[in-house]
């Protein structure tokens, strides 16, 4: 049994990770879900380019990702140094500074995610929320967002998923700072770096998979007890 | 009064309609599919934005392009029941139904749950969710629930379009009943003629965009040249009735009209109810004497006031028995009998042939 137990290291990363993930789905999907309704429904100049922006992450190299985090909002970034000075807020090195690199690299798989449940909300079904007196923003918080649940579950669980396994833009852009940014992948990474760390390494593998299956089947279990709902 | 004058272009399709509807009871809107019907009621809830033109109801103005009026739907005050129900799905009946009257202003609502529950009899149905519900349930609850907001004015696109003859039979009843009981000028979208038989006062009817003919349903089918609009096996003749007999031995039902009685089928009705009772040409035939032994239930006296060649074979005569009654009968008959404008003959209808307020579906339901 001692091969179980989690050390200071370990422990520190595990719930420095769920931390920084929930913060950053958290964070990201009042957001996600705006963007998702902007490329879904309305027509712009520009649009393509916005949709190509979010998608960035996903197709761009992890590390320049994080890289250009550090040059736009780190200490003495573009926008960075902006924040210090007049909200002071300080990003880089930090776990709020994890939060947003998780955010950013997870967003287009959230948006992806919403926008397709969107789509397939029944247009028919907003219209007759109008005629029963029902105006703009409330038809979508009573009708389109809860017909959209589905989606906006798989969009939490995959970005949810995203940000716990998040590495490159992560140590790019605050590092690797046990109990600071040291999330759950980076401690695992250090422990292989070390002498006599494969143990550790091994446990907090095991420990990912874990998390990575409880959320497919929480997300699995939420999804049918919607359908379910649905179906009456 | 409900004024409608809506143009609308719509890549090729222009729509151009202008008509004026009954501030109570139920104004059909009748027309093949592709007429623009159904984009004129979109214009009329506020879903659709016509180009130019004014929408008002009962004073209350809507649309109207010259003043810059264009409220949006959720002001309008309309209610509408979609061919599709359109029922939110992720809420239960009974939040289907209060959705929109909770919407409603308190001082507003004239119409109340439990009478309208009571009305649609969907009482058992509250506590269910939409996928659970039969088709004509559905569509029930998508009345109550467009009724429930209290609407200045009711829009029914097709309600019962996608109901089989059963299903119909369910809901038109209610319908009827809803135009009896709240006083809500009603616009109601049909290509079946039977159904605006059993429910309009007047009639709108819509073609490729425009509206060819508007007034008074009796009225409007009277006029011969409406009789070829409705096609050849629609051809035939609308009259007011009132119930005599609800049934008498022979298990038939009585129709008054002026001073002939027409016995049909036992219908589900009180004594000295009105009835619509519809003949079509084609179940109409004449005699020059009284036949003494004949299985035709009703021989009533009539006089030919005008005849219409058809494609041929067929001649359509037009008899009047107080009221205008349509018989078609091959040019063979025609010229066999010698018949001419003026002359007194006898009307044979089949008491098999009338369609009735309380079936939907003349030809099959009525048979037999």
């Not at chain 1, 874990?210 to 049918?224: N, T």
């Not at chain 2, 009132?242 to 039902?253: I, K, N, Q, S, Y």
């Not at chain 2, 020059?288 to 001649?315: G, K």
Request: glycine fraction near 8%; include cysteine.
């Amino acid at each position: 049994m001692e091969f179980l137990r989690l050390t200071q290291v370990e422990v520190e990363a595990l719930s420095l990770s769920l931390w920084v993930s929930s913060w950053a789905v958290a964070t990201s999907l009042p957001l996600g879900i705006l963007t998702a309704w902007v490329l879904a429904r309305l027509r712009f100049p520009g649009k393509n380019l916005l949709d190509g922006l979010v998608h960035l992450p996903l197709v761009l190299p992890p590390v320049v990702t994080g890289y250009l985090l550090l040059v736009a909002l780190g200490r003495n970034g573009i926008i960075g140094a902006l924040l210090r000075r007049y909200l002071g807020i300080v990003l880089a090195f930090n776990w709020k500074g994890a939060v947003l690199a998780a955010a950013v690299m997870s967003f287009p798989l959230l948006v992806r995610a919403v926008r397709l449940s969107l789509e397939g909300v029944d247009r028919g079904l907003e219209a007759a929320a109008r005629t029963l007196g029902a105006g703009p923003l409330r038809v979508f918080f009573t009708v389109t967002l809860p017909l959209m649940v589905p989606g906006v579950i798989t969009g939490l669980i995959l970005a949810f998923a995203r940000s716990l396994g998040e590495f490159g833009a992560t140590i790019t852009f605050v590092s690797n700072i046990r109990g600071q940014t040291q999330t759950l992948p980076l401690a695992l990474y250090t422990l292989t770096q070390v002498p006599g760390g494969e143990v550790g390494a091994m446990r907090l593998c095991i420990l990912s998979v874990l998390i990575a299956m409880a959320a497919l089947v929480c997300s699995e279990i939420l999804a049918r007890r919607f359908t379910a709902r649905l179906k009456g | 009064m409900v004024e409608v004058h809506v143009i609308r272009k719509q890549g090729h399709f222009n729509i151009f309609a202008r008509f004026q509807g009954a501030s109570s009871g139920v104004t059909a809107l009748y027309g093949p599919s592709g007429a623009g019907k159904t984009s004129v009621v979109n214009m009329v809830a506020g879903l659709m934005r016509p180009d130019a033109g004014r929408i008002a109801i009962n004073g209350l103005c809507l649309f109207d392009s010259a003043r810059r009026v264009d409220l949006p739907p959720e002001k309008r005050r309309i209610g509408y029941v979609f061919q599709d129900g359109r029922l939110l799905p992720h809420l239960s009946v009974r939040s289907n139904l209060t959705y929109g009257m909770k919407l409603t202003p308190t001082g507003r609502r004239f119409v109340k749950f439990d009478p309208v529950v009571e009305l649609l009899g969907i009482g058992h149905l509250l506590h269910r969710r939409p996928a659970r519900l039969s088709g004509g349930e559905k569509q029930r609850v998508a009345i109550g629930r467009a009724l429930l907001t209290s609407p200045a004015m009711l829009l029914m696109d097709e309600p019962l379009a996608s109901l089989d003859s059963a299903r119909k039979a369910e809901v038109l009843p209610f319908i009827t009943r809803l135009c009896r009981e709240f006083a809500i000028p009603i616009l109601y979208v049909s290509h079946a003629l039977d159904e605006i038989l059993n429910l309009a006062t007047h009639m709108v009817i819509m073609e490729e965009g425009r509206v060819l003919a508007a007034g008074d349903l009796e009225a409007l089918l009277a006029r011969p040249e409406m009789q070829t609009r409705f096609g050849r096996e629609e051809s035939g003749a609308v009259i007011p009735t009132v119930v005599e007999e609800p049934e008498d031995a022979f298990g038939l039902t009585w129709l008054r009209f002026g001073d002939h009685i027409l016995k049909v089928l036992r219908l589900q009705a009180l004594r000295g109810e009105p009835m619509r009772v519809r003949i079509p040409a084609r179940q109409v035939a004449i005699a020059l004497e009284p036949p003494s032994r004949t299985s035709f239930q009703n021989i009533l006296p009539a006089e030919i006031r005008e005849i219409v060649d058809q494609e041929a074979p067929f001649v359509d005569v037009r008899l009047d028995l107080g009221t205008s009654l349509w018989a078609r009968i091959t040019r063979h008959s025609f010229q066999e009998l010698n018949l001419k404008v003026g002359q007194s003959v006898f009307a044979l209808i089949k008491s098999v042939a009338v369609s009735h307020a309380s079936t939907t579906d003349l030809g099959e339901s009525a048979g037999g």
